[in-house]
T-cell receptor, first 113, second 113 residues
Framework: NAGVTQTPKFQVLKTGQSMTLQCAQDMNHEYMSWYRQDPGMGLRLIHYSVGAGITDQGEVPNGYNVSRSTTEDFPLRLLSAAPSQTSVYFC????????????FGQGTRLTVV | GENVEQHPSTLSVQEGDSAVIKCTYSDSASNYFPWYKQELGKGPQLIIDIRSNVGEKKDQRIAVTLNKTAKHFSLHITETQPEDSAVYFCAASSTGGGNKLTFGTGTQLKVEL
């Protein structure tokens, strides 16, 4: 079982560049979400989706875009990277919105210079 | 919104001793409280969770207790082993599941030989 797969694992961007962090799950989970992890701050929710075609904002959505065209994929887009977006990004999925645990990917370490 | 505080930020114990990590939450609507273990370079992995209709849950050497009145919950690890060394995160959700989680800031547990 692949579970939740994130690519790339590491990325360095220059300020102002754009990129897409990929997230795919092969468990047919309805719910997917993106978190960022910063030192001393735990994980914070960026965006989430309760199903294909439906997305919503989390705690820290500014500077990020998402879409959910298929059940399997939930890409996170940085339109114009800023140094404040240097972080480790985790994608998670769960079978439904309630009463189920979340499964996390291995993370993408992003550095914006 | 929800706020989760976690203590201590670092914890060092001798192998075989017990470890206790405590969290408090602010939103009385929160009804799902998972604990995640994160090893270096990996994504968080669920180790145990508890729902608001239960006061205590145990799984081998790991137990979680919940006090809804005081809005706090704790992780207890008994007979600690070197492989327990990791960062532990508590989290809370009002959806009943592992979605839209609000995380604590993490506890670095070190089990010394």
């Amino acid at each position: 079982n692949a579970g939740v797969t994130q690519t790339p694992k590491f990325q360095v961007l220059k300020t102002g560049q754009s990129m897409t962090l990929q997230c795919a799950q092969d468990m047919n989970h309805e719910y997917m979400s993106w978190y960022r992890q910063d030192p001393g701050m735990g994980l914070r929710l960026i965006h989430y989706s309760v199903g294909a075609g439906i997305t919503d904002q989390g705690e820290v959505p500014n500077g990020y875009n998402v879409s959910r065209s298929t059940t399997e994929d939930f890409p996170l887009r940085l339109l114009s990277a800023a140094p404040s977006q240097t972080s480790v990004y985790f994608c998670a999925s769960s079978p439904s919105f309630t009463n189920t645990e979340a499964f996390f990917g291995q993370g993408t370490r992003l550095t914006v210079v | 919104g929800e706020n989760v505080e976690q203590h201590p930020s670092t914890l060092s114990v001798q192998e075989g001793d017990s470890a206790v990590i405590k969290c408090t939450y602010s939103d009385s609507a929160s009804n799902y409280f998972p604990w995640y273990k994160q090893e270096l370079g990996k994504g968080p992995q669920l180790i145990i969770d508890i729902r608001s209709n239960v006061g205590e849950k145990k799984d081998q050497r790991i137990a979680v207790t919940l006090n809804k009145t005081a809005k706090h919950f704790s992780l207890h690890i008994t007979e600690t082993q070197p492989e327990d060394s990791a960062v532990y995160f508590c989290a809370a959700s009002s959806t009943g599941g592992g979605n839209k989680l609000t995380f604590g800031t993490g506890t670095q547990l070190k089990v010394e030989l």
